[in-house]
């Protein structure tokens, strides 16, 4: 007496295994877009967290020390007063302030004293826009002259 072995046929394996690798080449596809745009909002997140650390930075001092001036030939921004000063190096892809290193690409700034623009020499008042990372970001940094600076 001849028994029968259950088991599968060929082409029924064959079938399984081609919707396995379909399936998984369809997850393994979305998987890579999922990184991809995650690493998109990792990337905007890290401009704007470098952007947030710049404008504390930036309010910081412009509270802290008496007089701003910015150099338009080298393209530095510098606090000071008395004591001690701070420079600030505004670079085509970073904002540099000591050994702190601010990455953010495209910057543009207007200058402010009394309301008005300037170009360079004193301020009191800085906005910076970041264009070429996100056109959001903006920020507006102002202190309170006292009657020093209008002496000076």
């Known amino acids: 007496m001849i028994k029968k072995v259950n088991a599968y046929t060929l082409s029924e394996v064959l079938v399984v ?3 396995t690798s379909i399936i ?3 997850a393994f596809s979305v998987l890579g877009m999922v990184q991809k745009q ?3 909002v990792q990337k905007n997140m890290d401009i704007k967290a470098s952007f947030r650390q710049l404008e504390q930075s930036l309010l910081i001092d412009f509270n802290k020390y008496q007089n701003v ?3 338009d030939l080298e393209n530095k921004l510098i606090c000071y007063s008395e004591i001690d ?3 600030y190096n505004f670079n085509p892809k970073y904002v540099q302030k000591d050994l702190d290193t601010f990455y953010i690409s495209g910057v543009y700034k207007k200058m ?3 309301g008005k623009k300037v170009n360079e020499g004193l301020i009191d008042a800085i906005k910076i826009d970041s264009i070429e990372a ?3 970001l903006q920020l507006f940094i102002f202190k309170q002259n006292d009657a020093n600076t209008y002496l000076d």
Do not use: C, R
């Open 24 to 26: 998984a080449g369809i």
């Open 17 to 19: 295994l081609l919707l």
């Open 112 to 114: 402010f004293f009394s």
């Open 134 to 136: 996100n056109p959001n």
């Open 38 to 40: 995650l690493f998109s």
């Open 69 to 71: 001036k910015f150099n």
């Open 85 to 87: 000063s701070v420079v």
